[in-house]
């Protein structure tokens, strides 16, 4: 996806090290170290299965005859006393001699093992517990499988089926992993806190001394945006700590005025700043300080450390200034496709081989590709693509294709053309998945392009082989294709437009708050006494907005729900307990509006599908109060701003939030979350969908009217034959003036 920011803000930045003469002054009581570090590194065992690293490469055959698994090695862990525990099976048809696999280590040779064909059929399979050696180890690591195989040493064809070798899924690579002790430089950033070398999801603890206020927690969440935004489709949680100091890696808020306990003693700072220590506890683990003098200079630290970070050095950073940080413009997220122009396939790329495919059978080109959701698509049969590739030249007509795949669902292919460097062109669409809340259109295809969620396009080159006589000629290598960079896929003629509530478009691209990457038009509201539970879901959610738009919410807004906030033009994110008033406020005050429109949903949600009286048009409510856990997750229009939104996440109890919690955090749970409402308890999720839909976003008037109106052809209808007789009148009329007109002159 795009790297590079649109904006480049100017930070000025104060960098504190050994030798500067404003260093910080060391801290006069180190009694809380005194037990906090452990002479020996801890030392952990790790077994990674072959599955778990996304290996699919289990079956070799005479073509397809290498596969490789890949692994990777944290920039705080030494992995020592690796293994590698295989089995496998070959073909009974392999000839024992000449036959075997090849097994490389980051391209250095382990072992060549024979096949043998001694066993029988049934037992034909044969294990190894290689040891790796570990100097070998890299921070990307890849171990690769070859396969030498003959059936035939007078006619061998390599394409022929009796030639294969199948790997056991069971394999795995086990290993120690001893913790390091790596020096606290905020160059290292954002590591370790995240390593893009660890593909699992982000667990990083956020401590506060005691319940922050609003602008600690508006500090934290753009924090947590930033973190999402690195860990991207690995996804982050961010626990929340009162107090105390965990025995991982951590980020501690703290304020002159508010320090946890552990670090009680540490200096006062004069100025909004970002420090990397150790942890007190343990000092293989590290946590990242965001001081100020008060809660502002919280948000201060972290906007400076998320758009300053490539010119931190040293163990301490000072924020001077910060300037020149423009507002997002609507649909400009750094990882959305832009819509207001085509956009090349070379800005949408992670590396530059990322368009090119080699070797007889390749794999398939990937791209990924975000789009913003509410498109209006209705009545388009797709997303208009100009494709242009090249492959090398075919010594004979053979059938050589490219085929092009969505999600991995079939679309269309093209023949390769056997001539040297051609460059084909050619235009064609990726079809869309119909939303049946705003498409009314039997066109659209039920395969393609979902615009709530991140699509991966695949263009797979298949090269063709020609055999020639009774024993065919292995492929002279050197297959390549290639798709061009200036390749285009475009959205500009799209406008924005989109049914709601749809909690699906909120739980996979964050919309409507996604809208602006900075999240500047987002209002979130939450309880007061905020518990650990509660800030957490909030921190995952702008960690999990982060990952989609690739961009930090810093200039998100939270309020309490009692406070006295302006609602207006604002999409608003309520996290808490449900209650239907506040006390003590006026009874037309916009809190006690927001509130009873919530309450209302949620009720509506709850009670949704109550038992049904069809013979009075009436639904049987039972006001009940039970001690179960219960969370509701509802999406309404806002009573303040009719092209404004409100989604609301409330639950019973603080067991609910942790079931609210999960749900948002597991993939599979999250695409249940669907309608306009969700109810989530320990049984599982239950879809809600009301009539009550709205719609957010500008489309021509024409267009409006006919799309509002294309459910009811009788009405449309009815609309066409008045639109035609008003024509015909002012027809009418100003042939009748013409004709007056004419008559008057010839009078005269």
């Given at each position: 996806?795009?790297?590079?920011?649109?904006?480049?803000?100017?930070?000025?930045?104060?960098?504190?090290?050994?030798?500067?003469?404003?260093?910080?002054?060391?801290?006069?009581?180190?009694?809380?170290?005194?037990?906090?570090?452990?002479?020996?590194?801890?030392?952990?065992?790790?077994?990674?299965?072959?599955?778990?690293?996304?290996?699919?490469?289990?079956?070799?055959?005479?073509?397809?005859?290498?596969?490789?698994?890949?692994?990777?090695?944290?920039?705080?862990?030494?992995?020592?006393?690796?293994?590698?525990?295989?089995?496998?099976?070959?073909?009974?048809?392999?000839?024992?001699?000449?036959?075997?696999?090849?097994?490389?280590?980051?391209?250095?040779?382990?072992?060549?093992?024979?096949?043998?064909?001694?066993?029988?059929?049934?037992?034909?399979?044969?294990?190894?517990?290689?040891?790796?050696?570990?100097?070998?180890?890299?921070?990307?690591?890849?171990?690769?499988?070859e396969l030498v195989g003959y059936y035939d040493l007078r006619c061998q064809d390599d394409f022929n089926r009796s030639i294969w070798t199948e790997i056991s899924r069971s394999s795995s690579i086990t290993l120690n992993q001893k913790q390091l002790a790596i020096d606290s430089r905020l160059e290292y950033l954002p590591a370790p806190f995240f390593d893009a070398k660890d593909y699992n999801k982000l667990n990083l603890p956020f401590i506060f001394e005691k319940a922050p206020n609003t602008e600690a927690i508006e500090a934290a969440a753009t924090l947590s945006s930033w973190f999402g935004a690195q860990a991207d489709w690995r996804g982050a949680n961010f626990p929340v700590i009162y107090?105390?100091?965990?025995?991982?890696?951590?980020?501690?808020?703290?304020?002159?005025?508010?320090?946890?306990?552990?670090?009680?003693?540490?200096?006062?700072?004069?100025?909004?700043?970002?420090?990397?220590?150790?942890?007190?506890?343990?000092?293989?683990?590290?946590?990242?300080?965001?001081?100020?003098?008060?809660?502002?200079?919280?948000?201060?630290?972290?906007?400076?450390?998320?758009?300053?970070?490539?010119?931190?050095?040293?163990?301490?950073?000072?924020?001077?200034?910060?300037?020149?940080?423009?507002?997002?413009?609507?649909?400009?997220?750094?990882?959305?496709?832009?819509?207001?122009?085509?956009?090349?396939?070379?800005?949408?790329?992670?590396?530059?081989?990322?368009?090119?495919?080699?070797?007889?059978?390749?794999?398939?080109?990937?791209?990924?590709?975000?789009?913003?959701?509410?498109?209006?698509?209705?009545?388009?049969?797709?997303?208009?693509?100009?494709?242009?590739?090249?492959?090398?030249?075919?010594?004979?007509?053979?059938?050589?294709?490219?085929?092009?795949?969505?999600?991995?669902?079939?679309?269309?292919?093209?023949?390769?053309?056997?001539?040297?460097?051609?460059?084909?062109?050619?235009?064609?669409?990726?079809?869309?998945?119909?939303?049946?809340?705003?498409?009314?259109?039997?066109?659209?295809?039920?395969?393609?392009?979902?615009?709530?969620?991140?699509?991966?396009?695949?263009?797979?080159?298949?090269?063709?082989?020609?055999?020639?006589?009774?024993?065919?000629?292995?492929?002279?290598?050197?297959?390549?294709?290639?798709?061009?960079?200036?390749?285009?896929?475009?959205?500009?003629?799209?406008?924005?437009?989109?049914?709601?509530?749809?909690?699906?478009?909120?739980?996979?691209?964050?919309?409507?708050?996604?809208?602006?990457?900075?999240?500047?038009?987002?209002?979130?509201?939450?309880?007061?006494?905020?518990?650990?539970?509660?800030?957490?879901?909030?921190?995952?959610?702008?960690?999990?907005?982060?990952?989609?738009?690739?961009?930090?919410?810093?200039?998100?807004?939270?309020?309490?729900?009692?406070?006295?906030?302006?609602?207006?033009?604002?999409?608003?994110?309520?996290?808490?307990?449900?209650?239907?008033?506040?006390?003590?406020?006026?009874?037309?005050?916009?809190?006690?509006?927001?509130?009873?429109?919530?309450?209302?949903?949620?009720?509506?949600?709850?009670?949704?599908?109550?038992?049904?009286?069809?013979?009075?048009?009436?639904?049987?409510?039972?006001?009940?109060?039970?001690?179960?856990?219960?969370?509701?997750?509802?999406?309404?229009?806002?009573?303040?701003?009719?092209?404004?939104?409100?989604?609301?996440?409330?639950?019973?109890?603080?067991?609910?939030?942790?079931?609210?919690?999960?749900?948002?955090?597991?993939?599979?749970?999250?695409?249940?979350?669907?309608?306009?409402?969700?109810?989530?308890?320990?049984?599982?999720?239950?879809?809600?969908?009301?009539?009550?839909?709205?719609?957010?976003?500008?489309?021509?008037?024409?267009?409006?009217?006919?799309?509002?109106?294309?459910?009811?052809?009788?009405?449309?209808?009815?609309?066409?034959?008045?639109?035609?007789?008003?024509?015909?009148?002012?027809?009418?009329?100003?042939?009748?003036?013409?004709?007056?007109?004419?008559?008057?002159?010839?009078?005269?």
């Amino acid at each position: 996806m795009i790297k590079k920011l649109l904006y480049l803000p100017l930070i000025l930045l104060l960098t504190s090290t050994a030798n500067y003469a404003n260093a910080i002054e060391p801290m006069n009581n180190k009694s809380i170290f005194s037990n906090g570090y452990p002479e020996d590194a801890h030392i952990s065992g790790l077994q990674l299965s072959f599955e778990e690293l996304g290996f699919t490469g289990f079956k070799l055959d005479g073509v397809n005859n290498s596969s490789s698994v890949d692994f990777t090695n944290r920039i705080d862990k030494l992995s020592t006393a690796l293994k590698l525990n295989f089995s496998y099976t070959n073909s009974p048809s392999l000839i024992a001699s000449v036959s075997h696999l090849k097994v490389f280590f980051n391209e250095n040779l382990v072992t060549v093992l024979p096949i043998t064909n001694k066993l029988s059929i049934v037992k034909n399979t044969v294990s190894h517990s290689l040891d790796l050696n570990a100097k070998y180890i890299q921070d990307y690591n890849q171990i690769r499988f070859e396969l030498v195989g003959y059936y035939d040493l007078r006619c061998q064809d390599d394409f022929n089926r009796s030639i294969w070798t199948e790997i056991s899924r069971s394999s795995s690579i086990t290993l120690n992993q001893k913790q390091l002790a790596i020096d606290s430089r905020l160059e290292y950033l954002p590591a370790p806190f995240f390593d893009a070398k660890d593909y699992n999801k982000l667990n990083l603890p956020f401590i506060f001394e005691k319940a922050p206020n609003t602008e600690a927690i508006e500090a934290a969440a753009t924090l947590s945006s930033w973190f999402g935004a690195q860990a991207d489709w690995r996804g982050a949680n961010f626990p929340v700590i009162y107090n105390k100091a965990p025995d991982e890696h951590s980020v501690v808020f703290m304020t002159n005025d508010s320090k946890p306990d552990f670090l009680k003693d540490y200096p006062n700072v004069t100025k909004p700043r970002v420090e990397l220590i150790s942890s007190p506890i343990n000092r293989y683990k590290k946590m990242l300080l965001i001081l100020g003098r008060d809660e502002k200079d919280l948000k201060t630290a972290v906007t400076g450390l998320v758009f300053g970070h490539k010119v931190m050095t040293g163990r301490s950073a000072g924020i001077e200034a910060i300037n020149n940080l423009p507002l997002r413009k609507a649909y400009d997220a750094p990882r959305w496709l832009r819509d207001d122009r085509p956009v090349q396939f070379e800005e949408l790329i992670d590396y530059p081989t990322q368009l090119q495919a080699q070797g007889q059978k390749n794999g398939p080109v990937k791209l990924n590709v975000r789009f913003a959701p509410d498109l209006f698509t209705w009545r388009e049969k797709g997303i208009p693509v100009t494709l242009q590739y090249r492959s090398t030249p075919e010594s004979e007509a053979i059938d050589s294709r490219l085929n092009l795949l969505i999600n991995q669902k079939f679309i269309t292919g093209f023949l390769l053309n056997d001539e040297d460097s051609l460059l084909k062109k050619t235009q064609t669409l990726l079809p869309l998945i119909s939303n049946k809340k705003i498409v009314q259109s039997k066109d659209f295809s039920l395969s393609g392009i979902n615009l709530a969620n991140r699509n991966e396009l695949n263009f797979d080159f298949r090269f063709g082989v020609l055999k020639k006589g009774e024993c065919a000629v292995v492929p002279p290598g050197g297959e390549y294709g290639l798709i061009e960079g200036n390749s285009s896929i475009d959205v500009s003629e799209f406008d924005h437009y989109i049914a709601l509530p749809d909690l699906n478009v909120f739980a996979n691209s964050g919309f409507p708050f996604t809208k602006y990457a900075d999240l500047q038009q987002t209002l979130v509201l939450i309880d007061e006494q905020s518990t650990p539970n509660m800030l957490n879901i909030l921190f995952n959610l702008t960690g999990h907005f982060g990952a989609i738009t690739g961009y930090p919410s810093h200039r998100m807004g939270v309020a309490y729900l009692d406070d006295d906030a302006d609602l207006d033009n604002k999409d608003i994110l309520v996290i808490a307990k449900p209650r239907s008033a506040v006390h003590g406020l006026e009874k037309d005050a916009q809190i006690n509006i927001l509130l009873n429109n919530n309450q209302r949903a949620i009720k509506q949600a709850i009670y949704n599908g109550a038992y049904e009286d069809k013979a009075n048009n009436n639904k049987i409510e039972v006001s009940i109060k039970s001690s179960g856990d219960m969370a509701v997750i509802t999406g309404f229009q806002s009573p303040f701003d009719s092209n404004r939104s409100i989604v609301s996440l409330s639950a019973t109890t603080q067991n609910a939030f942790t079931l609210l919690n999960d749900a948002l955090m597991n993939s599979e749970q999250l695409s249940q979350i669907k309608g306009s409402a969700t109810v989530i308890n320990s049984q599982g999720i239950k879809t809600i969908q009301t009539d009550e839909q709205y719609f957010v976003g500008h489309i021509p008037i024409h267009t409006l009217v006919w799309f509002h109106l294309s459910d009811h052809p009788f009405i449309l209808a009815l609309l066409s034959i008045l639109t035609l007789l008003l024509i015909s009148f002012i027809l009418w009329k100003l042939l009748q003036t013409l004709t007056y007109k004419r008559l008057a002159e010839g009078d005269k």
